[in-house]
């Protein structure tokens, strides 16, 4: 079945914290919804207990992501095969493998392949923040941005198959504000540092102009966050605040949509609007 929702992240967890409840949303109602990766995590944190090895740790990540798509009721998932690139500033930038060093055309054509398979109604990726800067989420957001394009134009990749025009293209913008909220309950009350909200306001940010209430899936998204056994200690900070807190803040996804772009002071609470 073509159609529906296609999401394309960087890593396995990404999804989940950012658009899982969405992808729940939308599959209970029947809704096609493909999750495209573009790398396994190779270079993520490893929690103490999982048997995960750096050597390991992609295969591990990639299981991980598939177990945590089937609680939300994705079917379909799908990775680039690019390796992770690490956090900027890391040795692992520097890695050719890396998806950051892919080579532009052939990142953009892997998902203009997909998307003129697929041809789904409703396209998501990061922002040009990446949420906090990632490498990764920043080279994905532009690939799979271009990738929006180029699949509508006959002229590109035209051996990828026929043109596709998506009719939607959302990013998913997570509001700053409401970030470093949680990030001060988090630390029992404490405002974030200077430096980090200094970093993080600093970013190329949207307003979000599309909230999906997910409470309806609530705990389908938290068990799917629980499947990424490996970044556990990334996700178990948020897991300790006391559900009303964490309702507050992951009972809602936030999106901006891209294209075609809505009016100004304009929202919504539909993707397919």
């Known amino acids: 079945m073509t159609g529906g929702l296609l999401a394309i992240f960087a890593h396995p967890d990404d999804e989940t914290f950012g658009v899982g409840g969405t992808m729940a949303h939308y599959a209970a109602r029947g809704v096609p919804v493909t999750m495209v990766s573009a790398t396994r995590g190779e270079v993520g944190e490893i929690a103490p207990g999982t048997e995960a090895t750096p050597e390991t740790l992609g295969a591990f990540r990639e299981q991980e992501l598939r177990d945590a798509m089937a609680i939300l009721g994705v079917r379909d998932v799908r990775f680039l095969g690019y390796r992770d690139s690490g956090m900027h500033g890391t040795a692992e930038n520097g890695n050719p493998l890396s998806y950051i060093n892919a080579d532009r055309d052939e990142a ?30 920043i080279a994905v957001h532009e690939h799979a941005t271009a990738a ?42 404490q405002e974030p ?37 490996t970044q556990i200690s990334d996700i178990e900070p948020f897991m300790k605040l006391p559900e009303p807190t964490r309702r507050r803040f992951f009972g809602r996804e936030f999106f901006y949509r891209a294209h075609p772009p809505l009016a100004d002071g304009a929202t919504i609470d539909d993707l397919f609007a």
């Open 148 to 189: 929006f394009h180029a699949a509508a134009d006959p002229s590109q990749f035209a051996a990828d198959g026929e043109p596709w025009r998506t009719p939607l293209l959302y990013y998913n913008a997570i509001p700053v504000g409401l970030f470093l909220e949680l990030l001060a309950e988090m630390n029992e009350g």
């Open 108 to 137: 953009v054509s892997s998902i203009v392949r997909i998307i003129r398979e697929r041809r789904p109604d409703v396209i998501v990726t990061w922002d040009a923040s990446g949420g906090y800067g990632h490498p990764d989420h």
């Open 193 to 229: 540092s200077f430096s980090e909200d200094e970093r993080l306001n600093a970013l190329p940010r949207v307003v979000p102009n599309c909230v999906i209430d997910i409470n309806a899936h609530f705990e389908e998204k938290e068990r799917a966050l629980m499947m990424h056994r």
